[in-house]
């Protein structure tokens, strides 16, 4: 049974800093990794999507990378805003086409 | 294209009452996924649609909620006999056939049952 894990559960940063956002993934048979965004009381926004076989994708400040024999990706957002903080959620598309999602990393930008 | 709709917006009702939630999917969207989410906690994947077959339901999904999409367009989610552990945010996404397109979701249906 497929289990995507995110780490920090929640992190607070000063406005301007480099950050890392982590999931991991128990079974590498994936079709590909998705990073959301989450505002509270909202639905999910798509950030960016990678495919099993890609490393890395990148929009804007935003990259992903993707390891998939590892069972692992993560979220760098460069230079951080305010607007940034929201809840960030990753989730992998499993070859049955079944999407499971990680608990997610709250994230909190200080002004 | 107006991206997923999901009606309505929330939805108050009392224990042991029915509540049925509606989802639009992107059109030509075949695939149909509901989730439902708790205060802080990721999605949970309840079951989805491939057209108007059902693939999977999850065991949490128990015998008081049915979900169809009878023509491969619009989606229902019913629950029926409403419990307090239903409260949550039920989320409603579509893609194409292809991996290669984006998860799209919908707003959300807030349910609070009292």
């Known amino acids: 049974k497929q289990e995507v894990t995110q780490i920090p559960a929640a992190l607070s940063v000063p406005e301007g800093e480099n950050l890392v956002l982590n999931c991991s993934f128990t079974?590498?048979?994936?079709?590909?990794l998705q990073w959301f965004r989450q505002d509270p009381g909202k639905g999910l926004t798509s950030l960016l999507l990678?495919?099993?076989?890609?490393r890395e994708q990148t929009s804007g400040r935003l990259n992903a990378s993707l390891d998939k024999s590892s069972g692992r990706s993560t979220l760098y957002i460069a230079a951080s805003q305010p607007g940034d903080s929201a809840t960030y959620l990753c989730?992998?598309?499993?070859?049955?086409?079944?999407?499971?999602f990680g608990k997610g990393t709250r994230l909190h930008i200080l002004p | 294209d107006t991206g997923v709709s999901q009606n309505p917006r929330h939805k108050i009702t009392k224990r042991g009452q029915n509540v049925t939630f509606r989802c639009d999917p992107i059109?030509?969207?075949?695939?149909l996924y509901w989730y439902r989410q708790t205060l802080g906690q990721g999605p949970e994947f309840l079951t989805y649609?491939?057209?108007?077959?059902?693939?999977?339901k999850s065991r949490l999904l128990s015998d008081r909620f049915s979900a169809e999409r009878p023509k491969g367009s619009f989606s229902t989610l019913e629950i029926q006999r409403t419990e307090q552990g239903d409260s949550a945010m039920y989320l409603c996404?579509?893609?194409?056939?292809?991996?290669?397109?984006?998860?799209?979701f919908g707003n959300g249906t807030r349910l609070t049952v009292t």
């Open positions: 996404a579509s893609s194409p056939g292809t991996v290669r397109i984006p998860l799209h």
């Open positions: 059109s030509e969207h075949n695939r």
């Open positions: 989730a992998v598309r499993e070859r049955d086409d079944k999407i499971i």
């Open positions: 990678i495919q099993s076989s890609q």
């Open positions: 649609f491939q057209n108007e077959a059902q693939l999977e």
């Open positions: 079974d590498s048979a994936i079709y590909n």
